[in-house]
């Protein structure tokens, strides 16, 4: 096998790839072995059949694409380590010759690690993240702490906003009922936009046992073509109204749900739970922050077949988590209006935050020469053994020398971002209050300047 490796724009190269005949003909035989019991030929038992009889009746490409296959997986590997190039996406094959008796060739173009030509990175300035609890976040906590222990009661009149309902529903365009335009004993909680747009407040003022013809239009840019833009007509059946009831917040409800007997306890002791949060919350802001502006001082130029695949990464990701909770991905996107195409766009600003972010980080880590001792991935490892409930010395029996490699790698990255951080100027952050007083006096200032010119 050889390999000519070509340069390309954009981070991108082209590896020209050419297999020996002797082994593109020992892969047709392999394909022929593997598929013969698919071919039924007169007078030979089904799978009998000579592979020069087959190639015969079904012309000589028959087992081609079994056999191209088999050698991608065995050659693009060692093609791509005999390059040398630190490839960063999945090839784009293309045949070039493929032959019974000659040699196969192939190219692959792939994407290649981006060159980071690192700006300053040791002392950057930021705002540090605010990590103070406000007495509002505090009723805003005792208030989810409400809803949480909130009844639902069935009401016998009209619904409301913040109202759920539970529906069924038959949807139709010009007559005929669509896919996924029917439910049954939907929970819709009103007001929530759950629906297309008209949809729930056409319900409003209805009561339970009620019949409704709801007209909606559907958006000009939802999700399913055949449907955008279009008149339809929902008959709904309005089965049940459930409105919301909070507790009082009173020491009874203190003493119910929490080891303290008045509301004042509980609530200094869920702003010490906010403030744990919050500063939790704000380290992990000051990383970011200084990750961030560590990555926009530096140069890169990110090739997009490596951004595609990060956004199909997501795509995964975020349709498995739907599916967690019960939501097929199909139905999301029916409900919502959404697309692939649609998601992926709107992912894209992360997708090249994270993919820039690690690329710079990894960059720094190399310049700086971090490391992490043995000692410190043995002690990450015993911690992942003790999360699986399991023995250390069983769980390495199982751990190969990439994932070893892949949770050295973690650690030295995060020692990175230590640095980092401990380099930076964090700098006092505003109050928020403080921030809205200047924007009302900009404002205020604004007005006296133009109350000037006018006279």
Do not use: C, W
């Not at 509002?136 to 702490?145: G, H, M, S």
């Not at 819709?188 to 949809?199: A, D, E, H």
Request: zero cysteines; aromatic letters at 6%; proline letters at 4%.
């Amino acid at each position: 096998m050889s390999v000519k490796v070509e340069n390309l724009e954009k981070n991108m190269a082209k590896l020209t790839v050419e297999v020996d005949a002797a082994d593109f003909d020992q892969a047709l035989t392999e394909a022929y072995r593997k598929n013969k019991g698919r071919f039924n030929l007169p007078g030979f038992r089904r799978g009998r059949a000579p592979m020069q009889m087959i190639e015969k009746m079904y012309g000589p490409q028959v087992f081609y694409e079994d056999a191209l296959n088999g050698l991608l997986d065995k050659s693009y590997p060692d093609a791509a380590k005999e390059s040398g190039l630190s490839i960063v996406s999945r090839p784009e094959i293309s045949v070039e010759q493929i032959e019974k008796g000659k040699n196969l060739i192939y190219t692959a173009t792939v994407a290649l690690k981006p060159e980071v030509k690192l700006g300053e990175y040791k002392g950057v300035s930021v705002e540090g993240a605010d990590s103070s609890v406000t007495e509002k976040e505090v009723e805003d906590r005792l208030r989810q702490e409400l809803e949480k222990n909130a009844r639902m009661i069935d009401v016998d009149r009209e619904i409301k906003k913040g109202d759920i309902s539970s529906i069924d529903f038959v949807g139709s365009v010009d007559g005929e009922e669509f896919v996924g335009g029917r439910g049954e004993d939907y929970p819709l909680t009103i007001g929530s936009g759950t629906f297309i747009p008209g949809f729930e407040d056409q319900l409003i003022g209805h009561k339970a046992g009620e019949e409704v013809d709801v007209n909606v239009s559907f958006p000009e840019d939802y999700g399913a073509k055949e449907l955008a833009g279009k008149a339809a007509l929902f008959k709904v059946s309005i089965k049940s109204v459930k409105e919301k009831q909070l507790p009082e917040a009173d020491d009874e409800f203190a003493s119910e749900v929490s080891e303290f007997d008045t509301l004042e306890e509980y609530k200094k002791d869920l702003e010490k739970g906010l403030r744990e949060e919050k500063e939790k919350q704000a380290a992990l802001q000051n990383e970011n922050r200084v990750i961030d502006k560590v990555a926009e001082n530096a140069e890169l130029d990110i090739p997009e077949p490596m951004l595609e695949e990060q956004l199909e990464q997501m795509y995964r990701d975020y349709a498995m988590r739907l599916q967690q909770q019960g939501i097929p991905i199909e139905q999301y996107m029916q409900i919502t209006g959404q697309t692939e195409e649609k998601l992926k766009e709107q992912m894209k600003p992360g997708a090249e935050r994270s993919i820039r972010n690690s690329l710079v980080l990894e960059a720094v880590q190399k310049k700086e020469n971090i490391t992490v001792p043995d000692e410190r991935v043995e002690e990450e490892f015993k911690k992942i053994a003790d999360q699986y409930k399991m023995k250390y010395e069983d769980l390495m029996k199982t751990v190969s020398e990439s994932q070893k490699a892949s949770v050295r790698r973690e650690l030295e990255l995060q020692a990175t971002v230590d640095m980092l951080l401990s380099e930076a100027k964090l700098t006092k952050p505003e109050k928020k209050s403080e921030k809205k007083s200047e924007k009302k006096s900009e404002k205020k200032s604004s007005e006296k300047k133009e109350e000037g010119e006018e006279s």
